[in-house]
C-alpha cells in the first residue's frame, strides 16, 4: 500500500517569536488565520470578545468545523455569549493555550481540515 502525505493549502504557523506567530513571511501577537490567510489582529481583552472581533473569520465559505480559540498564555474561557453567538451559526469554539492551538493548527491542517483560529499574543 502506498501512503501519500498530504499538504495543506494556505498560511501555517511555523513557530513562535516573542510574544506572536511567525506565518510565512512575517510575525503576528494577535492572530486571525483560516485556510485561505492570516491577519495581524487587536484582540479586546478576553471578558470582552464579541463575534464581531471575529468577523473574518465567520465569513468564510464555507463556515469554519470549528474556531481554534488561542487565550494566550493560559487557557481562559470565553464569554458564554461568544461561544453561543458561534454555536447558533453550527460553529464549535475550542478555547486553549495559544501555543496550544497554534500546535493544533498545523495538525488539522495537515488534516485539510477546514478550521478557523483566533490567537490571542502569548503573554
Same mark, same amino acid.
Given at each position: 500500500m502506498k501512503m501519500e502525505r498530504r499538504s495543506a493549502e494556505g498560511p501555517l504557523i511555523s513557530g513562535f517569536s516573542g510574544r506572536g506567530f511567525k506565518v510565512d513571511d512575517g510575525v503576528y501577537e494577535g492572530l486571525l488565520i483560516s485556510p485561505e490567510r492570516a491577519d495581524g489582529w487587536s484582540p479586546p !481583552?478576553?471578558?470582552? $470578545?464579541? %463575534?464581531?472581533?471575529?468577523? !473574518?473569520?465567520?465569513? $468564510?465559505? %464555507?463556515?469554519?468545523?470549528f474556531l481554534l480559540l488561542g487565550t494566550g498564555a493560559t487557557l481562559v474561557r470565553p464569554p458564554r455569549a461568544f461561544t453561543e453567538a458561534l454555536g447558533a451559526r453550527g460553529i464549535g469554539v475550542e478555547p486553549m493555550d495559544s501555543r496550544a492551538a497554534a500546535r493544533a493548527w498545523g495538525v488539522l491542517r495537515a488534516e485539510l481540515r477546514w478550521v478557523a483560529a483566533a490567537l490571542y499574543p502569548l503573554d
Open positions: !481583552p478576553i471578558a470582552d $470578545l464579541t %463575534p464581531d472581533d471575529i468577523a !473574518p473569520l465567520l465569513a $468564510l465559505s %464555507p463556515q469554519p468545523e
